[in-house]
């Protein structure tokens, strides 16, 4: 079964414009995580949430945390062509990463 | 060169061949992992293990067996590969002593039965 839920399943946007991607979880987590994945490469990691936090930048990504609603959301601003790929929300429990289904994110130039 | 290095990167095999997947990997980590990507489904966890001596099964098992040959080396095997064992393979590493940290992936393996 799939501990994470990302939605949209697909966002397609213009160059320039942010994109939000959002992750649904059902149980308690150590941390939440987020990975890209170019078409057909193996994922990169993103950025790291802990439990305890609640927002968290790095560069042009901002994430939140909301434990009370088990959901996370990724917000990538002034988004690029070069962003176009699928993003994967993954949570930490139990000494083992669960992947959600992703989204997959297009940047018209 | 990349610090997990997956091999072969594509494989075309027949229904009831065996077949193995290589996962090395130059970071020096004691966790490693192998996933299992299909379309709509996101990556779902094969195998994993914390050192040479641990093995452990994942979500999706059934099927599939590893062998951790070195700190630097696992495995995957498909002992009789069928049809819906067609998807995207891959391994990664994790190298946190409190299992919280990112996980480092190879580049993958495409793996189509016939």
């Known amino acids: 079964s799939q501990q994470g839920e990302e939605d949209p399943q697909a966002l397609s946007i213009q160059e320039g414009e942010n994109a939000t991607m959002n992750c649904s979880y059902k149980t308690s987590i150590n941390n939440l995580q987020w990975y890209r994945q170019n078409s057909g490469r193996g994922l990169v990691h993103l950025i790291l949430?802990?439990?305890?936090?609640r927002e968290k930048h790095s560069g042009r990504l901002r994430v939140t945390l909301d434990t009370s609603k088990k959901s996370s959301s990724l917000l990538i601003t002034a988004s690029r062509a070069a962003d176009t790929a699928s993003y994967f929300c993954?949570?930490?429990?139990?000494?083992?990463?669960?992947f959600g289904s992703g989204t997959q994110l297009t940047v018209l130039p | 060169d990349a610090d997990v290095t997956q091999t072969p990167r594509n494989r075309i095999t027949k229904t009831g061949k065996r077949i193995m997947l290589e996962c090395s990997q130059t970071k020096g980590h004691d966790r490693m992992y192998w996933y299992r990507q299909d379309p709509g489904l996101g990556l779902r966890l094969i195998y994993y293990?914390?050192?040479?001596?641990?093995?452990n099964k994942g979500e999706i098992s059934d099927g599939y067996s590893v062998s951790r040959q070195a700190q630097a080396k696992f495995s995957l095997s498909l002992e009789s590969a069928i049809p819906n064992q067609t998807a995207l393979y891959f391994c990664?590493?994790?190298?946190?002593?409190?299992?919280?940290?990112?996980?480092?992936f190879g580049e993958g393996s495409r793996l189509t039965v016939l």
């Open positions: 993954a949570t930490d429990a139990k000494k083992q990463l669960t």
């Open positions: 949430i802990r439990s305890n936090e």
């Open positions: 293990s914390f050192d040479v001596k641990d093995i």
């Open positions: 990664a590493t994790r190298g946190d002593i409190s299992n919280t940290g990112e996980l480092f």
